[in-house]
């Protein structure tokens, strides 16, 4: 069973304090964001209209989040038409009882599952076990994560935390007949994977999913994977019950040809993952239940400026280049959505009630990255600042952004102060006290000159 | 009121007085490539996918080569019939996309169900020349969504062990690609 | 040409050498340069740590002292990004103060582009005989894309040998409050940062942004590595005859 993220304690600048100490993490995280950002990059520069694509992807959401109740009573018409049933979830606590009962209906008390945020994000896995449910991640990392008790730190690859070695020693801890000579070959690793989970795939009656998307038009559900775990899923069980975030829908069948192209690229760094499937509605014989989540969505699109964020495809894009992920990790976030698109989906989807949520809009240096690989252009620093201004300001920082915005509202107040400063400067420590003590712990202050720009200007320009 | 109801009232509200986007598609929908079956092939080899280019007549033998002694499921045609027991599958398919190495099948005749090209551990598919298309919008244009669809780009993988990717998971090991010109 | 001089208020409390040498090599290429003494701060510290107010007030402050010259410069890729690229969102749409930073906002330069894409001068007669590191700030890189603009002049520098930057591209973890309200991951990427510098084999570390500068030299100095920052206006303004 893996962890909860639900009323986890600290804040992101104490979680990422301790993280950066892991030297092993730092080593595991760096390498890996590394190597998906050259990918990324090679196979996104192979294509010379990139730029449209992203300007396409970008116009295709805002126009679906736009039309969103049109276009989703048009999805239900078409899931249902096609001989699947459609729900409607309020929050987590409603979509867990859908699904749960649903399972209940079958008889079932085991059932598969495909990597899914969303059934992550309404902490499905706990709410099934809580009814004598057990559900079973088939996905390399989500196993890896499961296994391990552990936390997904990715929203694609959810054990990036983990290298190669600390995987083997998981599957030899967890992983019931793994062999004893298990190597911490990565293909060793994989078949282990697949051995262990090939029995279940056969017999499970439920599977329970996501999808990347959903076309209004003809009702057609799409998953992206690379493993076939998801195949396995979508296809042998009697019963599929998909739970799918309501901003993941696409007006039109045509709108597939631009985000098949963005989402692999961006997400794997490859031209194509090894397999997408589509389906609409209940297919060869299947029973077909499409369950759709709002938890919060609805709040964070009445937000113009927040509202972007619910452009996300999930790609991951974002985290692989943040400077700030790759130190921190993605445990420090607190949330399933690490890195800069969990900064800011998380805080709008939860609020901004608890200390850790409050400091994550802060977990950015703004440098940009992010939004520059962003398959749908979502201006992260943007909605970051946007956040920053609602979030609970520290009363002395308050008072302290006070005073200075009242010395820089007037520029003799500003030389005065200069001058001030300047009289100082020889009792200024090597080591600054309080807050600002952090900036010395690490690195040293400039010296403060004997004179500011303005008045040696006064002194040798105005006369 | 229903969940539906407050659902869709409140995207009715939020998103009320805000303004409607034209959606620009001014990215390529088709491309001129003067060697489809070669790029098709390049870019299925760069997957790890074992390709053959043949005439269409050399085809027959050579599919009988390839599953001499396997237990072969054969959709529309004579072959073995245990799912869990067969060595593998032979189907023919929907559309094919040169940019991206990727094969859909519809699982319309010859392609089998979803099932039958998944658990067997092997997948030699018959692709003809005049199923290739150059890129993703062409694909997408052919395919009808009623139908179930099954886009594969080279063998089962994962990059979830440090972002590489290896090849071999739950899917077919191994994907063999015979163009048929 | 009427040249106002944006200082920045960090340059002009902590770097005012930055300033002079704006100011002697603007005059070397003969433009006409003003100080205007109203001027304070951009409110970029405000806006970006959650004091939107408080920044807005100092935008129109910004905008009324800048209003009615030919251009504005400034020796900070930062703070120019933040007028050129923040101000329209700060402003009601359709408001007078939209109007007015529609005005001012796209006269602001940032020293090189002000140098390559309004004097159309690459080659600015300097002279720096050391082994020179660049690093492009996040605000100068992906806020104004000022792409290669600062190597093309520093390339021009009789005597200076550039050396790239290895990951020159990512974060050097300055980020404004970011370094006081996350520093520990502040202090990580300052660290990778300078070890680059450090690969280089550099004597001095070159940026369009003192800001950044002041976080990255205080950890070399700290690190007590010898290597110098420099503001890229530093060494464009040295001659050989200042040597």
């Given amino acids: 069973m893996s962890a909860t993220f639900l009323g986890m304690p600290g804040s992101f600048p104490k979680n990422a304090e301790k993280a950066v100490q892991n030297s092993q993490l730092r080593y595991n995280l760096r390498k890996a964001t590394h190597t998906i950002r050259g990918k990324r990059a090679s196979v996104v520069g192979e294509l010379p209209d990139w730029q449209e694509l992203r300007a396409a992807g970008k116009a295709i959401k805002d126009h679906t989040l736009r039309n969103l109740d049109r276009y989703l009573v048009q999805m239900e018409e078409a899931v249902t038409r096609a001989g699947g049933t459609v ?24 059932v598969v599952k495909v990597k899914s945020m969303a059934t992550q994000e309404i ?52 992983m019931p007949k793994v062999p004893e000579n298990l190597t911490d070959d990565p293909p060793a690793l994989a078949e282990a994977a697949r051995l262990h989970l090939r029995e279940r795939f056969l017999k499970s009656k439920v599977a329970i999913s996501g999808a990347n998307f959903m076309v209004a038009e003809s009702g057609t559900l799409v998953v992206l994977e690379s493993e076939g775990n998801g195949r396995m899923c979508l296809t042998l069980p009697q019963t599929l019950i998909s739970v799918v975030g309501i901003e993941k829908l696409l007006p039109s069948w045509r709108d597939l040809e631009v985000f098949l192209q963005l989402l692999p690229r961006s997400s794997t760094g490859e031209r ?104 749908v252009a979502i201006d992260i620093p943007e909605v970051l600042v946007d956040l920053r201004a609602k979030a609970p ?64 200007w006064e002194r040798n320009e105005r006369a | ?65 390839l599953v001499a002694g396997r237990r072969m499921i054969r959709p529309g045609g004579e072959g073995w019939e245990d799912l869990n027991t067969a060595d593998g599958v ?92 | ?42 409110g970029q510290m405000h806006v970006n740590t959650g004091y939107r107010a408080e920044g807005v007030r100092l935008a129109r402050h910004f905008t009324e002292v800048f209003a009615g010259y030919d251009a504005v410069v400034a020796p900070s890729g930062s703070c120019a990004a933040m007028v050129r690229e923040q101000y329209p969102k700060l402003a009601r749409p359709g408001s007078k103060g939209a109007a007015a930073i529609a005005e001012v906002a796209p006269k602001v330069y940032e020293l090189s582009e002000f140098l390559i894409d309004v004097l159309k001068v690459d080659d600015v007669g300097a002279y720096f005989p050391h082994r020179v590191t660049y690093h492009p700030t996040c605000h100068s890189l992906r806020g104004l894309h000022l792409g290669d603009r600062p190597t093309r002049l520093l390339r021009h520098v009789r005597g200076l040998e550039l050396v790239p930057l290895p990951g020159a591209e990512e974060c050097c973890g300055f980020g404004g409050t970011f370094a006081v309200k996350n520093p520990a991951v ?36 700290r690190q007590k590595t010898g290597v110098r920052t420099m503001h890229l206006a530093e060494i464009l303004a040295s001659t050989e005859e200042a040597q």
């Avoid at chain 2, 003067?34 to 997957?47: I, K, M, S, T």
């Avoid at chain 2, 972002?163 to 077919?172: K, T, Y």
């Fill in chain 1, 272 to 375: 194509m993952n090894p397999y997408t499937s589509m389906w609409t509605g209940a297919v060869e014989g299947q029973e077909f239940h499409l369950v759709l989540l709002d938890n919060g969505r609805t709040d964070v699109l009445a937000d113009e400026v927040g509202r972007q964020a619910l452009r996300c495809i999930r790609c991951s894009a974002c985290l692989n280049v943040c400077p700030v992920y790759e130190r921190a990790g993605g445990h420090a976030y607190g949330s399933v959505y690490p890195g800069p698109i969990g900064a800011i989906l998380t805080p709008q989807l939860r609020g901004m009630g608890s200390d850790l949520d409050a400091s994550l809009p802060y977990a950015s240096s703004l440098c940009g990255a992010c939004y520059e690989v962003c398959p």
């Fill in chain 2, 1 to 65: 009121m229903s969940a539906r109801e407050e659902i869709l009232a409140k995207i009715g509200k939020a998103v009320a007085g805000a303004e409607d986007v034209e959606i620009p598609r001014d990215y390529r929908t088709t491309q001129q490539v003067e060697d489809l079956v070669g790029l098709f092939a390049e870019r299925v080899d760069d997957y790890r996918a074992i390709v053959h280019v043949l005439p269409a007549a050399e085809v027959p033998a050579k599919i009988d080569e």
């Fill in chain 3, 1 to 42: 040409m009427r040249v106002a001089l944006f200082i920045t208020c960090v340059n002009d409390t902590l770097f005012p050498g930055t300033g002079k040498a704006v100011v002697s090599l603007l005059r070397r290429l003969d433009c006409d340069v003003d100080f205007p003494a109203a001027q304070t701060c951009c």
């Fill in chain 1, 393 to 456: 300001h520290a009363a002395a920082e308050r008072a302290g952004m006070k005073v200075a915005g009242w010395i820089f509202n007037d520029h003799t107040r500003l030389a005065k102060a200069q001058r001030a400063a300047i009289r100082l400067r020889k009792l200024v420590p090597k080591r600054l006290p309080g807050p600002l003590s952090a900036w010395t712990d690490t690195r040293d202050i400039p010296d403060i000159p004997e004179e500011s720009f303005r008045d040696w």
């Fill in chain 1, 87 to 110: 729900h409607w979830a309020r929050d987590a606590a409603e979509a867990n009882r859908i699904v749960t009962d649903l399972v209940k209906a079958t008889g079932e008390t085991e």
């Fill in chain 2, 90 to 181: 032979v189907t023919s398919c929907a559309v094919a996309v040169a940019e991206t190495g990727t094969i859909v099948l519809d699982h319309g005749p010859g392609q089998g169900t979803r099932a039958q090209t998944l658990v067997p551990d092997y997948h030699l598919c018959v692709v003809r020349a005049d199923q290739i298309v150059s890129c993703v919008p062409e694909a997408i244009a052919r395919l009808d969504p009623a139908r179930p669809l099954t886009w594969i780009s080279g063998p089962s993988a994962t990059s979830d062990i440090e972002l590489n990717r290896v090849e071999g998971v739950h899917g077919p090991r191994t994907l063999e690609v015979i163009i048929s010109t």
């Fill in chain 1, 123 to 174: 902490d499905l896995n706990q709410a099934l076990a809580a009814e004598g449910i057990t559900a079973y991640e088939t996905d390399l990392a989500e196993l890896i994560v499961q296994l391990g008790d552990d936390f997904p730190s990715h929203i694609l690859v959810p054990a990036i935390h983990r290298n190669r070695s600390e995987i083997r020693e998981i599957f030899l801890d967890k």
């Fill in chain 3, 186 to 221: 502040s202090a990580a990427m300052g660290a990778d940062k300078t070890r680059s510098i450090m690969d280089t084999g550099a004597e001095v570390l070159c940026a369009a942004d003192n800001s950044c500068l002041m976080h990255i030299g205080g950890t070399l100095s």
